[in-house]
């Protein structure tokens, strides 16, 4: 007889166009869970009965989080004239000049309600503008006789989680954090680090506003409340999926290994809640800033002394459910089109894989 769980699983995601899925997020109160398929967001219940869609995104829609404050899913949105921008384009048929901007996308799930929704016309997103991440990501400086760009290998953002301050406990005022995507360049050493941003998003319903994709706005924050570094080494394209655990009151980072070989590019990197970040120098920088601890559990790299796990999964979507549970998407094809399934995993703790596979 199968044992049954608290959750369903696996789930079905269905096939979709647009692009691989890249995050989940889930509404346990209301059994719902989100998709992101890179310009498309879809909503399922937990039975995988799809029960809307938001179509129209000519931009990234990445990593999501679900705010049960005001029940909305957050997700990075970006809009960049690179390799990734342009491939979207592509994909969609159009050749439009090449734009940039860096957004938190704010679904309201409650009106997603029927398939093919537009992200413009028919209410159910707006969008709030980084400054931080523009500034970052359009930085060009000298150093000797190269010229750089993209301050701290910014490629634009992608992780996104809830959680509370780094050191504050799990009681305590959860925030936004919102991960940097890291070029993976292996000749200059100041993309040896993830970038958090931090934003306290309480009158963030005051600076939303719809996002007209031909006329985008500027409206946000004026700067993060916080930015923290996470010393791993590079990783190919930053931190995929960030999601905070209450259970052990960790942040997880799901990455793509990166490909510098002084490194162990692991492709999950988990920072330590409980421990404040102090004022370190930034390696491969000739500044300072606020570093986090990763969490000194899994596999050591003795070389570097860096800790990581060798958890294949979650760089296309993973959430944390409560009680070491959590949910993480195995992407695949199905034909032309785009589809993955959500399985249920247990957190174990033991190494290098700290996951068993539930169903």
């Known amino acids: 007889m199968a044992q049954a769980y608290p959750y369903p699983a696996p789930i079905y995601t269905g096939a979709w ?49 679900f705010r049960r404050e005001d029940g909305k899913v957050y997700g990075s949105l970006e809009y960049k004239d690179d390799a ?63 010229t750089l760009r993209h301050r701290y290998g910014c490629s634009g953002i992608d992780g996104v989680s809830f959680g509370p301050d780094f050191g504050a406990g799990a009681g305590s005022r959860r925030y936004l954090h919102v991960a940097y995507g890291i070029y993976g360049d292996t000749d200059r050493a100041d993309n040896d680090c993830q970038v958090l941003l931090q934003y306290d998003v309480e009158d963030w319903s005051r600076i939303a506003q719809p996002l007209c994709q031909s006329r985008m706005h500027e409206s946000g924050p004026a700067a993060c409340r916080n930015r923290f570094f996470v010393p791993t080494g590079n990783t190919d394209w930053g931190v995929q999926n960030l999601e905070y655990d209450p259970a052990t009151g960790n942040y ?43 969490w000194e559990a899994g596999v050591r790299d003795e070389a570097t002394g860096i800790y990581g796990w060798r958890f294949p999964y979650g760089s296309t979507g993973i959430a944390a459910l409560g009680d070491g549970l959590f949910y993480v998407s195995h992407d695949g094809r199905a034909g032309d089109r785009y589809d993955a399934r959500i399985h249920l995993y247990r957190w174990t703790g033991d190494a290098p894989n700290p996951f068993i596979l539930l169903a």
């Open 84 to 146: 990734i921008g342009r491939g979207i384009l592509r994909s969609l048929g159009q050749e439009a000049p090449g734009r940039e901007g860096f957004y938190i996308a704010i679904f309201d799930g409650e009106r997603i309600d029927r398939l093919d929704m537009d992200a413009e016309s028919d209410g159910v997103m707006t969008a709030v503008h980084l400054r931080d991440v523009v500034e970052d990501y359009q930085a060009v400086w000298q150093e000797g006789e190269r």
């Open 252 to 294: 997880l980072l799901c990455v793509y290994p990166g490909r510098k070989e002084r490194y162990p590019n692991f492709p999950l990197y988990i920072v330590d809640g409980s421990r404040a970040p102090v004022e370190k120098p930034l390696p491969g920088m000739s500044g300072s800033g606020l570093t986090l601890s990763l």
């Open 17 to 65: 166009t647009g692009g691989h899925i890249q995050g989940i997020a889930v509404d346990r109160e209301r059994g719902w869970i989100y998709y992101s398929f890179t310009t498309l967001l879809v909503k399922s219940d937990l039975s995988g009965r799809i029960l809307g869609s938001v179509r129209g995104l000519v931009g990234h829609l990445g990593c999501l989080a």
